[in-house]
């Protein structure tokens, strides 16, 4: 089984200061970890995503991600914010190849991104 | 690449009408799709899922005999929400994967049920 944590349901940064929105996982297997960007009223976009390569992962629009398996972590930043990153940022968590739940993604609450001017 | 659609993005219907949704990977095949529900300001739950040609899976807690999926192509996957009642508006969102390593998502539709 898989669960996904993410600390702290509101984050608020100016904009070109640094975001950090933290993920925690849960998984009885070898994992997949995703980030999905999602604007109100639309669907996720996969920002970047985890599957047992790099443990340091490049996505769009200048985010990056580490997994660092021994805090069970999977933290999302971006070395200075736009305002165009304003949106809702979901960690998610599948368990890798040969996992029974393969391919069945476990989402956490969601950080909804403030940027201020 | 890797689009997916979704059709309508938002209806609003009368209770105990049937409502069908439709979920189209655009540039891929997705071999499996899922479908999720979204209720405000909370994050996504997953409905269930399908593989082309065979019967969905739901999971605990998911009537199949309300929500019914289709998936008879590797491009298309519908859900008809059938009998629709009030608690069941929501935003539903569909994926689409094709390796069952990477989900890419539908932009959503909005059911309000009247």
């Not at chain 1, 970047?48 to 933290?75: C, M, P, Q, R």
Request: charged content about 15%; hydrophobic content about 35%; overall charge neutral.
């Amino acid at each position: 089984a898989q669960s996904v944590t993410q600390l702290g349901s509101h984050v608020s940064v100016s904009e070109g200061a640094l975001v950090l929105l933290r993920c925690n996982y849960s998984s009885s297997v070898p994992p997949y970890l995703f980030w999905y960007v999602q604007y109100p009223n639309q669907g996720l976009q996969l920002l970047l995503k985890y599957t047992s390569a790099a443990t340091l992962v490049k996505g769009i629009n200048g985010f990056e991600a580490e997994f660092k398996k021994s805090e069970t972590s999977f933290h999302l930043t971006k070395p200075s914010a736009h305002m165009s990153d304003a949106a809702e940022y979901f960690c998610a968590v599948s368990a890798g190849a040969g996992g029974t739940s393969y391919g069945k993604l476990t989402f956490g609450q969601g950080t909804i991104l403030t940027v201020h001017p | 690449g890797a689009v997916v659609s979704q059709h309508p993005s938002r209806v609003i219907c009368k209770s105990g009408t049937s409502v069908k949704i439709e979920c189209r990977s655009l540039d891929f095949q997705a071999t499996t799709m899922f479908w999720y529900r979204q209720f405000p300001k909370q994050s996504l739950m997953l409905m269930a899922t399908s593989n082309e040609g065979s019967k969905a899976t739901y999971e605990q807690g998911v009537e199949k005999d309300k929500f019914l999926i289709n998936h008879a192509s590797l491009t298309l996957s519908t859900l008809t929400v059938t009998s629709a009642h009030p608690e069941d508006s929501s935003f539903y969102i569909c994926s689409g994967s094709s390796n069952d390593e990477t989900q890419y998502f539908g932009p959503g539709t909005r059911l309000l049920v009247l």
